[in-house]
C-alpha cells in the first residue's frame, strides 16, 4: 500500500512539475547582468535585453529608426532609459519568426548616488503588434504613450 503512494505522489508530483514548465509565455523578455561605465560625468548600466517571439506565428510589431529606446522602460527611480537624439525619426515595422529572438543593449542612467551592486530592477519592453493591414504610416502615438502592452523582464540584481 505504501508503494502504491509512493508512486501516486511521483506521478502527481512529474505532472504538475511538467504542467508548470511546459507552460511558456507568447513572448519572453529576458535580461542579463549588463556593466557599468562611466561617460561624460555619468554612470551608465549596459544591459542585454532580448525579445524570443515563443508563439507559432511570425511576430510582426512596430519599433522607430531612431528612438527605439522608447518602447522600452524601467521598474526603479534609480535609473532611466537612456535615449537618443534623432534627427530623422520614424515608425518601422520589425518582424521576429517563431522561436526567434534579437537582443538589444539598453543603456540605463544611473543615479550617481546609488551603489551600482544595490540595484535591483527589470525591464519592460511595450509590444504594439502590427496587424497583416497596417503600415508604417498607420503608428498611433498616442497608443504609445499609454504603454498599455508592456512585457516585464526578469529581475536583476547587482
Known amino acids: 500500500m505504501t508503494r502504491i ?3 501516486i505522489a511521483v506521478l502527481l508530483f512529474n505532472c504538475l512539475t511538467f504542467s508548470q514548465t511546459a507552460k511558456k509565455e507568447n513572448y519572453a523578455l529576458i535580461i542579463i547582468k549588463g556593466k557599468v561605465i562611466n561617460e561624460n560625468k555619468q554612470r ?20 522607430m529608426s531612431c528612438s527605439w529606446q522608447d518602447f522600452y522602460s524601467v521598474d526603479s527611480k534609480e535609473l532611466q532609459v537612456d535615449g537618443q537624439d534623432c534627427d530623422k525619426n520614424i515608425p518601422i515595422i520589425l518582424t521576429l519568426a517563431p522561436g526567434e529572438s534579437k537582443t538589444v543593449e539598453i543603456r540605463l542612467l544611473m543615479n550617481r548616488t546609488i551603489d551600482a ?8 519592453f511595450n509590444l504594439m503588434k502590427v496587424s497583416n493591414t497596417q503600415k508604417e504610416f498607420d503608428f498611433d502615438f498616442n497608443e504609445q504613450q ?3 502592452n508592456i512585457i516585464w ?3 536583476i540584481s547587482r
Open 44 to 63: 551608465f548600466l549596459i544591459t542585454p535585453t532580448t525579445l524570443t517571439n515563443n508563439t507559432k506565428e511570425t511576430l510582426k510589431y512596430y519599433s
Open 117 to 124: 551592486s544595490e540595484i535591483k530592477f527589470k525591464i519592460g
Open 5 to 7: 503512494i509512493l508512486t
Open 153 to 155: 523582464s526578469n529581475i
Open 146 to 148: 499609454k504603454k498599455k
